[in-house]
């Protein structure tokens, strides 16, 4: 793909030209993945503190494979709280810091039960006071489990709103305000969604695909990566790279079978 613009987008830009140019991102990036969700496995509020929990520093898909079990095992928020730590750790050992992840599991099961009736609570304000729970994870409760719109602050969305430049804070909270303002509240947690799927798919963090990217003239940061749709093609990732290409005006030939069997980060 070759991109031919006078200035990149976001120089010396009007706080209405970025409004208008985040808007456009986000509406190419609802077209890019239609297939976004949480990617954490999940049927209730607190079986999804759990997984948000178990995810620090490990990939939603080893969570994914843990949470089956743990979840069977530990229905209740009374179950997390009894629950023996030798068995707990045993458990979720795959997904690291396991012995971390259990004091905050058996903590977490022990504080909604003396201070919620065993209930997840639906608010920011109670959430944050949970264990092993700050506002990143509380936002994904809210916004999955709740209906009510959270922008989720991980990696991958710090990463990639500075590369659109739409804001230069690096403190999490005034990423999530200053993002927040862009868009339309109903649109936060969706977008947060799709954010973080081409964090994961597209915009890597060592090697994005620019030139295998749907959002290449919106991009300040285009040519941050390989802007040779072949050299790009090969970085995109996951079941759908080539529909990806496709999406980007790339050849979807050029997307080798590695790339759509490597396993999303
Ligand atoms: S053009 Fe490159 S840097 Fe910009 S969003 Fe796409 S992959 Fe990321």
């Given at each position: 793909?070759?991109?031919?613009?006078?200035?990149?987008?976001?120089?010396?830009?009007?706080?209405?030209?970025?409004?208008?140019?985040?808007?456009?991102?986000?509406?190419?990036?609802?077209?890019?993945?239609?297939?976004?969700?949480?990617e954490l496995?999940?049927?209730?509020?607190?079986?999804l503190?759990v997984a948000t929990i178990l995810s620090a520093q490990c990939t939603d898909k080893k969570v994914n494979?843990?949470t089956?079990?743990?979840?069977?095992?530990?229905?209740?928020?009374?179950?997390?709280?009894?629950?023996?730590?030798?068995?707990?750790?045993?458990?979720?050992?795959?997904t690291?810091?396991?012995?971390?992840k259990?004091?905050?599991?058996?903590?977490?099961?022990?504080?909604?039960?003396?201070?919620?009736?065993?209930?997840?609570?639906?608010?920011?304000?109670?959430?944050?006071?949970?264990?092993?729970?700050?506002?990143k994870t509380?936002?994904v409760?809210?916004?999955?489990?709740?209906?009510?719109?959270?922008?989720?602050?991980d990696?991958?969305?710090?990463?990639?709103?500075?590369?659109?430049?739409?804001?230069?804070?690096?403190?999490?909270?005034?990423?999530?305000?200053?993002?927040?303002?862009?868009?339309?509240?109903?649109?936060?947690?969706?977008?947060?969604?799709?954010?973080?799927?081409?964090?994961?798919?597209?915009?890597?963090?060592?090697?994005?695909?620019?030139?295998?990217?749907?959002?290449?003239?919106?991009?300040?940061?285009?040519?941050?990566?390989?802007?040779?749709?072949?050299?790009?093609?090969?970085?995109?990732?996951?079941?759908?790279?080539?529909?990806?290409?496709?999406?980007?005006?790339?050849?979807?030939?050029?997307?080798?079978?590695?790339?759509?069997?490597?396993?999303?980060?």
């Amino acid at each position: 793909m070759t991109v031919v613009t006078d200035s990149p987008p976001g120089a010396s830009e009007t706080d209405l030209g970025r409004t208008r140019r985040a808007r456009k991102i986000g509406r190419v990036l609802t077209e890019t993945h239609p297939d976004a969700h949480c990617e954490l496995d999940h049927s209730n509020a607190l079986e999804l503190a759990v997984a948000t929990i178990l995810s620090a520093q490990c990939t939603d898909k080893k969570v994914n494979e843990v949470t089956p079990k743990l979840f069977a095992r530990y229905p209740s928020a009374a179950a997390y709280a009894g629950a023996d730590r030798a068995e707990m750790e045993e458990l979720i050992r795959p997904t690291g810091f396991y012995r971390n992840k259990t004091d905050s599991l058996l903590k977490l099961g022990q504080a909604l039960l003396d201070r919620y009736d065993g209930q997840v609570p639906g608010r920011l304000v109670d959430l944050v006071t949970l264990p092993g729970i700050g506002r990143k994870t509380a936002n994904v409760i809210l916004g999955n489990a709740f209906d009510v719109p959270g922008i989720t602050v991980d990696t991958h969305f710090q990463r990639l709103v500075h590369r659109w430049r739409l804001t230069t804070e690096t403190d999490p909270v005034k990423i999530e305000h200053a993002v927040g303002a862009l868009y339309p509240k109903r649109d936060w947690t969706m977008l947060s969604h799709r954010i973080i799927f081409h964090g994961r798919r597209v915009c890597h963090a060592r090697k994005p695909a620019c030139g295998a990217c749907t959002l290449a003239k919106l991009c300040p940061s285009y040519g941050t990566g390989p802007t040779d749709p072949a050299a790009a093609a090969k970085l995109l990732k996951g079941p759908r790279a080539r529909d990806l290409a496709v999406a980007a005006g790339v050849d979807p030939e050029l997307v080798p079978a590695q790339a759509i069997a490597a396993e999303v980060p």
